[in-house]
């Protein structure tokens, strides 16, 4: 991964993991040990899906570039889908506690998409390749010369 992309994806798991610590902290005081289990299996789960999701988005951004945003939407309704099904798969689990899970997939969720946002926004992109304008040369001509 670029640089860039490293970048983004270090200040959009950094906050999700010190809410997820936090979302730890309160479920094991109001929920017990399964709340505070249901935070820890929320938040890790929440920051390999959106991992996941952003290196894919990186790959397409680079292979694909005329998709992007059409991944991009993509990419995050099913990201959202999966998190839905992911609360309605474990509402009945007796492994955790599931209340704390699902508030914690949610909390965690909207910290990384608002990270994962201001990071794109604070990030320097470039917009077109600096190589072809530092030559100082005229671009050859294309296309037919009637």
Request: net charge positive; with cysteine; charged share 10%.
């Amino acid at each position: 991964m670029p640089s860039n992309d490293v970048r983004i994806l270090v200040q959009a798991a950094v906050p999700t993991a010190v809410v997820g610590a936090i979302a730890t902290v309160v479920s094991g005081v109001v929920a017990g040990g399964k709340g505070a289990f249901g935070a820890v299996v929320a938040t890790l789960l929440v920051s390999a899906l959106m991992g996941l999701g952003l290196f894919v988005l990186q790959c397409t951004a680079k292979s694909l570039p005329q998709l992007f945003q059409m991944m991009g939407l993509l990419l995050y309704a099913a990201q959202l889908l999966l998190v839905i099904m992911f609360i309605a798969v474990f509402k009945d689990t007796t492994a955790f506690n599931p209340r704390a899970f699902a508030i914690g997939i949610v909390v965690c969720t909207l910290t990384w998409t608002a990270a994962q946002t201001r990071a794109h926004m604070k990030a320097k992109t470039l917009y077109v390749e600096p190589d072809a304008s530092s030559k100082g040369d005229k671009p050859e001509k294309t296309g037919h010369s009637s």
